[in-house]
Each structure stands twice: as C-alpha cells, then as structure tokens.
C-alpha cells in the first residue's frame, strides 16, 4: 500500500511535482513528529483509494529543509496540493480520514 | 447493524485508555478501544504524550523516552493481548440503557455502532488556546500548538512560550535547541513548574523571562509576527516581535461527549468515586487526566486505568 506513495527529495522534488499530470499531495513530515505518524496510514488508504486521481509524495523536512522554507512550512504535519506544478491548497495539522478527504474533494 | 455486545468498550487511548486495554484484554473481555482521530491540538490517539518530547519521568526508561514512542509501545502491548483499536472517535454515548450505546459518526444515526456491557471513559483533556484574534488563523503559520512538531522551523529565530507550568518550561527548554531566543511569558512573577524544571530554565541562557505578563494581542498577516503583552500589574503593554508561538497555559477535560450522562465538577472534569474509578453511573468507569485535574501525570494516568480495568472487570462478574 505505502508503494503508492513517492518519497520525495530535494533532487526529485521539482520534477516529480512538475511534471505530473494529476494534482499532487505533497506530505511535508518527519520522523521526530507524533502527528505526522499518525496520518501517515491515513494517506496510504487514500493513495490506493483514489490511484490515477491524485498521486500523494511525502517529503523528510529534515532530509530537504530548503524545500520545507520554500513553501514557508512552519508546522508538520503540512499537505500542500500541487497542481500544474504550482501549490493549490494547504492543509496544516493531523486530521481523520474523512476530514481530509472533505479538505482534498476539489482535487479528487 | 448494532454489533454484538461487547464486554468493555474504551473510549480515549492516552496512557489510562491504553492501560485499561492491555489490563482487560488480558483478562479475556476483549476491549474494544475507540482511540479517536489524528490532531494536532491534543485530541488525538495516544494523547497529549503525541505532541510531547522527552518523556523523563516515566519509570522504566532510565534514558528518557520520546512520549510518540512511549505511546507506541503502550498501543502495540495493548494490541498483543488482543485490544481492538479503531481510529475513530465517539460521537454520542447513551448511558441510559443497558447494555450501554455509543455511536462514532453521525450521532444521529438510529442505531448506535457499539453496544457494551461496560465502558471506560478516558478521553484526557486538551490544551487551551489564548482565545485571541488571529490564534486559530495563524496556526501553522507561527503559532504552534505542537512544540516537538514545529520547533525545528524556528532555527536561529526569536519565539516565546506562554505559560508557567512543566509543560511551558519543558517547551521553552526543549525550543532552545532551535531558537535563538525564547521568552517565557507567564501572567505571575514565579513559575509553578516542578524545582528541577526551573532551575534547568533558569540556567539556560537562551531562556528570558517576562514576568506579569500576559498576550492581549497576536499580530501578524500571512505569519506571526509578534504579540502585544500587556502587564498584569500596571496595565502597560509592550509589542515584543517573535516569528513562533507556543502556548502551554493548562488544559481542559474532554467531557462534552458526556454532557448530561456523567456528573462532572464545576470546572468540568469527571466525578469519581474516591479510591476507585466508578463514575455515577453503574458499569461506567473513568480513568486518567479526564477526571484528574489534580495530578495529571502519564504514570498517574496509566495507574488509574489498570483501576478502571480492575473494576470493571469486577463489577462485570457482578453481573453474570
């Protein structure tokens, strides 16, 4: 399930955000964040749910801290959707499943 | 479809849930846990030990522990003897039949999701917020309800910490890893934080103190960018520019799921009975931060919910 999921990285993350085609959801995490956990199993349900709609990335704040300053990500868990590239909607804080797909409708 | 009745039924799994889990399904009554749903602002599976650092005080862990991971640990025990853990949170309860009714989604659904002979309240309490303009708005943008989830963004920049408990003090310390500067603002001239607490505060030079102080205004469009303290002694106010703010000004319990259903104190916390977990209703048990505004403690917390398990366990012999 988690393979839906992309694992960004500073080198990968303009193209993989760029160039696609369907809006991205972009999971700005890290490891040290209690939150971010818990959504984690929460996004994979979602990336599977509604593959070829939405493709969901998750980018390690730690691993790509200049990405995370770029969007002025002061918080994580953040989603930001991307779309054509460019940042769409911004979802701050850990939510349930139906919250987040209530946040995300217009995209998918 | 109301599911089968089920013998314990636990609503909340912070420390005192996720004991009252591993204590009853060891005793074979099959608990289910309604956990609840992911938060920032502590209201979430695991409870406030998910937004929370170092945990050094919980016996057992001579290093520390980090309270994520304590909270994992207490959930994959729970799990091991068999606890049913559902990420959902209760709507509506009906303690008014037996067995008893709790709904998790729309509450005005004809047929509850769960029937339980017994259940065990552990829904904790939450952090407060200032209450001010701009709070709720800036949040993620500077304001921060989640020192461990944010504090990293704050690098070389100049934050305060509102508030004069552990909690705050713990926060403030644990900022300075990032921050240039934190000030603790707290609306007295003494800290209420445990000795060992302060004196670590008082001896870190990034910490400063603004005493008699308190927040009246948060400013800032897109992002935080400062707060307006006025003095609690004299009246004046001073604008004091931070880019981050973390408020740790005390908590309130999560009761108003049982408005009406359990008695409650004035300030909103569960009654009890003393020296036990019985709540006024028969077969309804109460345990943790959700009826302790006393002690509030993750081991207290645990410690009441093997309580709340004992005697439920108990009082559903009674019943057979």
């Known amino acids: 399930m988690a393979g839906l999921i992309t694992t960004l990285s500073d080198t990968t993350f303009d193209e993989e955000v760029g160039s696609a085609t369907e809006p991205v959801v972009v999971d700005f995490w890290a490891e040290w964040c209690g939150p971010c956990k818990m959504i984690a199993p929460i996004l994979a349900e979602i990336a599977e749910e509604h593959e070829g709609s939405l493709r969901i990335g998750k ?24 779309k054509d590239g460019e940042p769409a909607k911004r979802i701050v804080g850990a939510k349930g499943k139906a919250q987040l797909l209530d946040d995300l409708a217009d995209f998918l | 479809m109301p599911a089968d009745v089920r013998d314990v039924v636990i609503i909340g799994s912070g420390p005192a849930g996720l004991t009252a889990a591993i204590y009853t399904a060891r005793a074979n009554l099959a608990p289910v846990v309604l956990e609840g749903e992911p938060s920032s602002t502590s209201d979430q599976p695991g409870g406030q030990l998910m937004l929370t650092t170092e945990v ?30 559902h990420t959902v949170k209760a709507s509506r309860v009906d303690f008014g039949q037996r067995p008893f009714r709790i709904w998790v989604g729309d509450p005005d659904a004809p047929a509850p999701t769960w029937l339980a002979n017994s259940v065990i309240v552990s829904t904790g309490a939450q952090s407060l917020m200032l209450g001010l303009d701009n709070e709720t708005r800036l949040i993620g943008h500077g304001v921060s309800t989640c020192a461990t989830c944010d504090g990293f963004f704050f690098r070389d920049q100049e934050i305060a910490v509102v508030g004069g408990g552990d909690s705050a003090v713990e926060e403030a310390s644990f900022l300075t890893k990032f921050a240039s500067k934190v000030t603790i603002i707290h609306r007295r001239d003494e800290l209420r934080a445990s000795k060992i607490m302060q004196d670590r505060a008082f001896a870190n030079d990034k910490i400063e103190f603004h005493w008699n102080g308190q927040v009246s205004e948060i400013i800032g469009e897109d992002r935080l960018e400062g707060v307006v303290v006025t003095d609690t002694q004299d009246g004046s ?68 919910g093997c309580m709340a398990a004992i005697d439920a366990e108990r009082w559903l012999e009674t019943q057979h």
Do not use: W
Request: hydrophobic share 40%.
């Open chain 1, 59 to 82: 980018l390690n704040v730690d691993d790509a801290p200049e990405i995370a300053r770029r969007f002025e990500v002061m918080s994580i868990p953040t989603l930001i959707v991307f």
């Open chain 2, 56 to 85: 050094e005080n919980f016996p057992g862990f001579p290093e520390g522990v980090m309270g994520p991971q304590l909270m994992v640990n207490f959930r994959d025990q729970a799990e091991r003897f068999g606890a049913q853990l």
């Open chain 2, 237 to 304: 106010t001073e604008r004091l520019d931070v880019s981050g703010l973390f408020v740790a000004i005390g908590h309130k319990p999560n009761t108003d799921l049982f408005d009406g259903q359990l008695d409650r104190k004035d300030n909103g916390y569960l009654v009890t009975v003393p020296g036990s977990s019985r709540t006024n209703v028969e077969g309804v048990f109460a345990c943790g931060d959700v009826q302790d505004d006393y002690y509030r403690q993750a081991i207290t917390a645990a410690g009441s």
